[in-house]
């Protein structure tokens, strides 16, 4: 317990030091019942589908490589239909009747961007996984944006395609790592993981001929698989322990653990489930404060798939520096104790 405290405390203290912009009290005086509208709204939507969990946490990530987290791909438009997010990212509705639960109880106050940020939390937590101080006061981005959709990795790269894309972003190895975590929950489509299952010499004979049945080598695209065969709807670490034996759905998923930088990270993961919290849930506060539009900058809009304004200022676009700290292990090396 003290043990929890102390990384609670310690947590929160890194994730102030590092952004002087957001703070966990945005809110306090201006909308003290924020935390429990999300928190039981989140609680009510897992409940009824736990795979809504998952996908407002996917959501979140998506959000936060595009430009930030400014709520830009809740807006209508060319980001929700770019490639990586077609027919792919759910949860819309989720946060759209979370907000409008918010604008009732605190009318014009809170930005989309932050009750996607706690939405997020609260789904990771609601499913058995870690909880983490959220920090808040991002503002909404008046325009979504199409291209930059390219920054999200694809799930068909290597380890050092990967290692770039989170360290573009200001994320570590380890964060990257730890972040992927995430795929201990949730599921994928056939033609994410058609490849592997059908080309990739590293997957464990039997797990590729069971996931064949439902996706054949034509058709059956949207065919679904969970992305943790063990326990699909509980945030765990056996997401690395399908790793270990060869398991991982998406040919991402298994370069973590071939040979290469991460596959200490991804063996000691699967020995100390309680550094995976801790690792995961720091990483997601550096992960939220990716350029967030602070101050006056953006808006805060009333709908979430709507620009409140109708029109858009380029200047409001001028994101805020990314705050690059100096992680060991930004390229790989090795800087935690299992
Ligand atoms: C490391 C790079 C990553 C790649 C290449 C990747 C790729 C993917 C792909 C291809 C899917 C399945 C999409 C589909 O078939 O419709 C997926 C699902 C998912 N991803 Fe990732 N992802 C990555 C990192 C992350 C991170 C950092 C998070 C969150 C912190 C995350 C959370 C999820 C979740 C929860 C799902 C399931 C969503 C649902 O069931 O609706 N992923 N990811």
Redesign the pocket.
């Known amino acids: 317990m003290a043990f929890f405290t102390r990384s609670f405390l310690a947590l929160s203290l890194l994730a102030c030091a590092a952004t002087g912009q957001l703070s966990a009290s945005f809110y306090d005086d201006t909308c003290p019942s924020l935390q429990s509208i999300v928190r039981s709204a989140m609680s009510q939507a897992v409940s009824s589908k736990r795979?809504t969990g998952?996908?407002i946490?996917?959501l979140f990530?998506h959000d936060c490589f595009v430009n930030g987290c400014d709520a830009s791909i809740l807006l209508v438009g060319g980001e929700r239909n770019a490639p990586p997010n077609k027919d792919?990212v759910?949860g819309f509705e989720v946060i759209a009747a979370i907000k409008s639960q918010v604008e009732a109880a605190c009318r014009a106050t809170v930005s989309c961007a932050d009750i996607l940020a706690l939405a997020a939390q609260d789904a990771v937590a609601l499913l058995g996984g870690p909880s983490w101080q959220v920090l808040l006061g991002r503002r909404d981005a008046r325009t979504a944006n199409e291209t930059a959709t390219r920054d999200l990795?694809?799930?068909f790269v290597d380890l050092s395609n990967?290692t770039s894309s989170f360290d573009h972003k200001g994320l570590s190895a380890q964060d990257?790592t730890a972040?992927?975590g995430?795929?201990t929950?949730?599921?994928?489509?056939c033609?994410?993981f058609r490849d592997r299952i059908y080309h990739d010499a590293n997957i464990d004979p039997d797990f590729a001929a069971l996931l064949r049945q439902s996706c054949p080598p034509k058709g059956g695209d949207d065919n679904p698989a969970p992305?943790d065969l063990q326990t699909p709807d509980l945030f765990n670490n056996k997401y690395y322990e399908n790793l270990l034996s060869g398991r991982g759905l998406?040919h991402?998923d298994q370069e973590l653990f071939h040979g290469g930088s991460q596959d200490e990270l991804v063996s000691c993961y699967v020995r100390n489930e309680t550094l995976f919290y801790e690792h995961f849930a720091a990483a997601m506060v550096k992960m939220g404060n990716i350029s967030p539009l602070t101050g006056s900058s953006g808006e805060v809009r009333l709908n979430c798939s709507e620009d409140a304004a109708g029109w858009h200022s380029p200047t409001l676009l001028s994101l805020l520096s990314r705050a690059h700290e100096d992680d060991g292990d930004r390229h790989g090396r090795i800087s935690f104790q299992c």
């Open positions: 795979r998952a996908s946490l996917r990530f792919s759910r990795p694809s799930p990967l990257m972040l992927s995430a795929h929950i949730g599921i994928a489509r033609t994410s992305l998406l991402s």
